[in-house]
């Protein structure tokens, strides 16, 4: 059931969702059901634009900046959560959304991660799962499985591989965490636009495999 918000100032399409830039993602990467996922979340609601703000980590998800007509900004790595922090404090009315990778928001980004959900702040958070720094050409990332091989571990990551939703549960049980597998799009769609509507601090892990560098984690 779409949701309707008393600012909307006109109607949301598709067309003034995406701008005219080609994505360049790989074919087949999942990094598609995440933006497929967010427009359809936008458009689902009816969200005026005007109302939301897109924050991008740096990686391959962050190359969604081009491909979006919402407001954004193009954070550095590991930062688009105290980024989006801001630009909620400044405006509070906004539907504001971090959007990143692994590598930038459970590697560099993981103490501004736990403050975030410590507080409640009323964010959403969007993390692009692939078990791996792929847009450097797919080193171990902290959600690397141990034991896999991969650019900068050949013998085996030696760690432990962070489990996000059970950590940010222990930080503050009273947040919306949710784990979900990029195979399953119509679920990515709904969880997407269920954190959007969410009172408070959200974070959505969405599972993928890299189609260039994945098949290092079984080597």
Same mark, same amino acid.
């Given at each position: 059931?779409?949701?309707?918000?008393? $600012?909307?100032?006109?109607?949301?399409?598709?067309?003034?969702?995406?701008?005219?830039?080609?994505?360049?993602?790989?074919?087949?990467? $999942?990094?598609?059901?995440?933006?497929?996922?967010?427009?359809?979340?936008?458009?689902? #609601?009816?969200?005026?634009?005007?109302?939301?703000?897109?924050?991008?980590? @740096?990686?391959? @998800?962050?190359?969604?900046?081009?491909?979006?007509?919402?407001?954004?900004?193009?954070?550095?790595?590991?930062?688009?959560?105290?980024?989006? #922090?801001?630009?909620?404090? =400044?405006?509070?009315?906004? !539907?504001?959304?971090? %959007?990143?990778?692994?590598?930038?928001?459970?590697?560099?980004?993981?103490?501004?991660? #736990?403050?975030?959900?410590?507080?409640?702040?009323?964010?959403?958070?969007? %993390? =692009?799962?692939?078990?791996?720094?792929?847009?450097?050409?797919?080193?171990?990332?902290?959600?690397?499985?141990?034991?896999?091989?991969?650019?900068?571990?050949? $013998?085996?990551?030696? =760690?432990?591989?962070?489990?996000?939703?059970?950590?940010?549960?222990?930080?503050?049980?009273? %947040?919306?965490?949710? !784990?979900?597998?990029?195979? $399953?799009?119509?679920? %990515?769609?709904?969880?997407?636009?269920?954190?959007?509507?969410?009172?408070?601090?959200?974070? #959505?892990?969405?599972?993928?495999?890299?189609?260039?560098?994945?098949?290092?984690?079984?080597?």
């Amino acid at each position: 059931m779409a949701v309707h918000f008393s $600012q909307r100032r006109y109607m949301t399409t598709l067309n003034n969702i995406r701008s005219k830039v080609i994505p360049t993602w790989c074919p087949g990467c $999942q990094d598609y059901v995440v933006f497929a996922g967010l427009q359809a979340a936008i458009l689902s #609601l009816q969200v005026s634009l005007e109302d939301v703000v897109i924050v991008y980590d @740096i990686g391959c @998800i962050g190359n969604m900046a081009d491909f979006f007509k919402a407001y954004g900004i193009h954070s550095l790595h590991g930062r688009c959560i105290p980024t989006a #922090l801001g630009v909620k404090l =400044a405006n509070p009315k906004l !539907h504001v959304i971090a %959007v990143g990778g692994d590598g930038g928001i459970y590697g560099e980004g993981l103490n501004h991660l #736990l403050s975030a959900a410590r507080l409640d702040a009323d964010i959403t958070v969007v %993390v =692009a799962n692939n078990h791996l720094y792929s847009l450097t050409t797919g080193q171990t990332s902290p959600t690397t499985p141990q034991g896999s091989k991969t650019k900068s571990t050949p $013998q085996g990551a030696p =760690a432990i591989a962070l489990n996000p939703i059970p950590l940010i549960k222990t930080v503050n049980p009273n %947040v919306m965490a949710e !784990h979900v597998d990029c195979h $399953q799009p119509v679920e %990515v769609n709904q969880i997407i636009a269920k954190a959007i509507i969410h009172q408070g601090f959200s974070l #959505l892990d969405l599972d993928q495999v890299c189609v260039t560098f994945g098949k290092k984690l079984t080597a």
